[in-house]
């Protein structure tokens, strides 16, 4: 079970998990730039990505959506309609990153992309 909390000085709904749900400690955290690797693979249609939420892109307008890329499960922050930032991921092998306001500026998978890159992945979204 999930515990939300809303976290005032990012303006974002935070999932903390309970012992339960904890990945195990001796798994290695996924790079941001693992992460971005799978993103750009997406964009270069070498991997296929599908939606794993209820709502499409234009649906949710702004929020999190979920998407599923051979395995990894990412989730993307929508801002009104713009690619934003990469909220979390889980790889196939279990290994994990998540957003963290610890994060240096640029840090996000999603702002790694290029220009290119990033117009295209959100173009491959907003058609999910």
Known sequence: MSVYLWQNDQCRLVSFMTST???DESMPALTAREVCQVL??????????????????????TGILLVEIEGWNITIFNDCDELDYCEACVSSDGQRWSFDSGNRYG?????????????????????L
Do not use: N
């Not at 693979?41 to 234009?58: I, K, L, Y």
């Not at 840090?107 to 058609?127: D, V």
């Open 21 to 23: 749900d904890c990945p």
């Open 40 to 61: 750009r693979e997406v964009a270069f249609g070498r991997r296929v990505m599908v939606r794993a939420s209820p709502q499409t892109w234009d649906e949710l307008y």
């Open 107 to 127: 840090t996000s998978p999603i702002a790694l992309l290029s220009t290119w890159e990033h117009q295209t992945l959100e173009s491959l979204l907003k058609a």
